[in-house]
């Protein structure tokens, strides 16, 4: 069963720090683009970043740009993004995605994407 589990998602204050984990199961992720999305209350889901099968091609929304960084071990079957500075309106339910592909590229293109995590909530408050 192909799945993929988020991580590292919770609270913490603005300016402040977190890392999330994309971990792949019973698949690896080695073919497959990795798009980082995110859903606030009442808004529709974006997309935050996303890196390519070897890592060599990411790409972030100009809301995180400078802030954000996208990496992935393929070795451990995991992708990250480190969350700094962050800011209230980061609050979000954070989910990653996949796509299979030989070339190196990614999009931030919900449509794009065939599985789906189950999300992890990021909350930024004082």
């Known amino acids: 069963q192909l799945q993929l589990v988020e991580s590292g998602g919770g609270l913490v204050q603005p300016g402040g720090s977190l890392r999330l984990s994309c971990t792949a199961s019973?698949?690896?992720?080695?073919?497959?683009?990795i798009g980082w999305f995110r859903q606030a209350p009442g808004k529709e889901r974006e997309g935050v970043s996303c890196?390519?099968?070897?890592?060599?091609?990411?790409g972030y929304a100009d809301s995180v740009k400078g802030r954000f960084t996208v990496s992935r071990d393929n070795a451990k079957n995991t992708v990250y993004l480190q969350m700094n500075s962050l800011k209230p309106e980061d609050t979000a339910v954070y989910y990653c995605?996949?796509?299979?592909?030989?070339?190196?590229?990614?999009?931030?293109?919900?449509?794009?994407?065939?599985?789906w995590g189950q999300g992890t909530q990021v909350t930024v408050s004082s």
């Open positions: 995605a996949a796509f299979v592909t030989l070339q190196a590229l990614c999009f931030m293109i919900p449509d794009e994407y065939d599985y």
């Open positions: 019973g698949f690896t992720l080695d073919y497959y683009a």
């Open positions: 890196i390519s099968n070897s890592g060599g091609s990411t």
